[in-house]
C-alpha cells in the first residue's frame, strides 16, 4: 500500500520560506506524476506544482517565480520549496501521486502571517 507523507509545514511571516517534504514509501518512479496541490478554507483544492517521471515540472500561475518542485530519487522524496510567501499562500498542502490510481498524503499546513 503506498503512502505518502507531508512535513515542513508552519507558520511563516510574509516574505518568508518553507520547505515541505513529502516522503513515499516506494520508488517515486512507480508514479507517472507527483504534484503539490493545496486548499484554503472555503476554496477548491488546486495544483501548486507537479513534476513528471519525465521530468517535466509544471506550476500554477500563481506560484510561478517563487515556489520550486524538485525530487530526490534516492530518498524517495519530493520537494516544494516556497519563498517570498504571501498570505494567499496560506492553506493545507497535500501531495498527490498518480500511477494506475491515485493517492493523497495526510496534508500540512502553512500559514502565512504576520
Known amino acids: 500500500q503506498v503512502q505518502l507523507v507531508e512535513s515542513g509545514g508552519g507558520l511563516v511571516q510574509p516574505g518568508g520560506s518553507l520547505r515541505l517534504s513529502c516522503a513515499a514509501s516506494g520508488s517515486i518512479f512507480r508514479f507517472n506524476v507527483v504534484g503539490w496541490y493545496r486548499q484554503a478554507p472555503g476554496k477548491e483544492r488546486a495544483l501548486v506544482a507537479s513534476?513528471?517521471?519525465?521530468?517535466?515540472?509544471n506550476y500554477a500561475d500563481s506560484v510561478k517565480g517563487r515556489f520550486t518542485i524538485s525530487r530526490d530519487n534516492a530518498k524517495n522524496t519530493v520537494y516544494l520549496q516556497m519563498n517570498s510567501l504571501k498570505p494567499e499562500d496560506t492553506a493545507v498542502y497535500y501531495c498527490?501521486?498518480?500511477?494506475?490510481?491515485?493517492?493523497w498524503g495526510q496534508g500540512t499546513q502553512v500559514t502565512v502571517s504576520s
Open positions: 498527490n501521486a498518480v500511477d494506475r490510481y491515485n493517492y
Open positions: 513534476i513528471t517521471r519525465g521530468g517535466s515540472i
